[in-house]
């Protein structure tokens, strides 16, 4: 299908893109790589007056240290970030997980800021954001305000973003020396997650002393496994120790049912892949 006609602007700062969202109100739409975007308006499912494209703002791109922080700017694309050595040694739970986002057409349009404010709960790169404990930096009419990750995904493709506001960069404390895996369930390649688990786990002497878990689709939004990740620390990182830790991973989680699988198949399916994410990640 062919979408509904709009205005279509392309700034080349912040500050204008702030100032095309205020102008248009309600009626305007942001676009980033276009891949969640584009086939909504093909569908007709939302019909902008004004689309704001991101795609000029070089402000937007590129991932830098901030001291003991990963700086990525929301505009950087998931192929840019999986060639970063930066991403790879100081986030490598999200380098793992960028690995398994769609196809390479995809990932090399896709942005990480669009995926993460389209919020999409069986989306590769939330679970992630969550786990590393990741600060959003939204920018709005009034100036800059960092959401914790913890505040950001708000509900099914909602997030802390407002009306008038954009993701502008993210900030991720870095990992270094934590071993990080993705570990997706799908029937076919390429498919979105039935379910995934995030595991960044850091080993001592043969114990895990510490972990970060994200679960991916076991929820309207990416949750958080608490009680695996106080399980897991002081435990061997042995495939017995790590079973008995991972058994609570589908506690205070709501998983979907669809054709895909139950939600009672997806809460068996959580401890079974949180196991094998945590094991390769301690082995890594
Ligand atoms: C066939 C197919 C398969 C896919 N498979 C997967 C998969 O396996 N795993 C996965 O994780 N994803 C998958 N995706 C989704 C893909 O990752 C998208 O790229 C991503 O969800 C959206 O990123 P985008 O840059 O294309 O954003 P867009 O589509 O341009 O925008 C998405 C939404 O975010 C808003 N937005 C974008 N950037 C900003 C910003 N900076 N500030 C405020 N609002 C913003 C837009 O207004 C829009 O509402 C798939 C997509 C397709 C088409």
């Known amino acids: 299908m062919i979408p509904a006609a709009f205005d279509y602007v392309a700034p080349t700062s912040v500050a204008d893109a702030l100032a095309a969202l205020a102008e248009a109100g309600d009626d305007a739409k942001v676009l980033a790589g276009g891949?969640?975007?584009?086939?909504?308006?093909?569908?007709?499912?939302?019909?902008p007056e004004k689309v704001i494209d991101l795609g000029r703002i070089e402000e937007l791109r590129g991932i830098r240290e901030d001291g003991d922080h990963?700086?990525?700017?929301?505009?950087?694309?998931?192929?840019e970030a999986l060639a970063s050595d930066l991403v790879r040694d100081h986030a490598t739970v999200l380098h793992e997980?960028?690995?398994?986002?769609?196809?390479?057409?995809?990932r090399r349009r896709?942005?990480?800021?669009?995926?993460?404010?389209?919020?999409?709960?069986a989306g590769d790169v939330g679970a992630p954001a969550l786990a590393l404990d990741t600060e959003f930096v939204v920018t709005g009419p009034g100036g800059e305000r960092t959401?914790?990750?913890?505040?950001?995904?708000a509900d099914l493709f909602?997030?802390?973003?407002?009306?008038?506001?954009?993701?502008?960069?993210?900030?991720?404390?870095?990992?270094t020396g934590w071993g990080g895996h993705y570990e997706k369930f799908?029937?076919?390649?390429?498919?979105?997650?039935?379910?995934?688990?995030?595991?960044?786990?850091?080993?001592?002497?043969?114990?895990?002393?510490?972990?970060?878990?994200?679960?991916?689709?076991?929820?309207?939004?990416?949750?958080?496994?608490?009680?695996?990740?106080?399980?897991?620390v002081g435990a061997a990182a042995t495939d017995?120790?790590?079973?008995?830790?991972?058994?609570?991973?589908?506690?205070g989680t709501n998983p979907p049912s669809d054709l895909n699988g139950s939600s009672d198949y997806r809460r068996a399916l959580a401890p079974v892949l949180t196991r094998r994410a945590v094991l390769a990640a301690a082995g890594g």
């Not at 896709?110 to 993460?116: E, N």
Request: aromatic share 4%; glycine share 8%; net charge negative.
């Open 110 to 121: 896709g942005t990480l800021g669009g995926a993460l404010v389209h919020a999409d709960p």
């Open 70 to 79: 990963l700086v990525i700017g929301a505009m950087t694309t998931y192929t």
């Open 240 to 251: 017995e120790a790590v079973r008995t830790a991972c058994a609570a991973a589908a506690e």
């Open 35 to 47: 891949q969640s975007l584009l086939p909504i308006l093909r569908m007709r499912l939302n019909a």
């Open 147 to 153: 959401v914790a990750a913890a505040d950001f995904f």
């Open 158 to 175: 909602e997030t802390a973003v407002g009306d008038g506001e954009l993701l502008t960069s993210i900030r991720i404390p870095k990992h």
């Open 186 to 232: 799908v029937r076919v390649s390429h498919q979105w997650s039935i379910v995934a688990v995030a595991a960044t786990v850091r080993v001592e002497g043969g114990s895990i002393a510490e972990a970060r878990i994200g679960l991916t689709n076991m929820g309207s939004t990416p949750l958080r496994a608490s009680a695996v990740e106080a399980a897991l």
């Open 97 to 106: 997980a960028i690995k398994e986002v769609a196809d390479p057409q995809i």
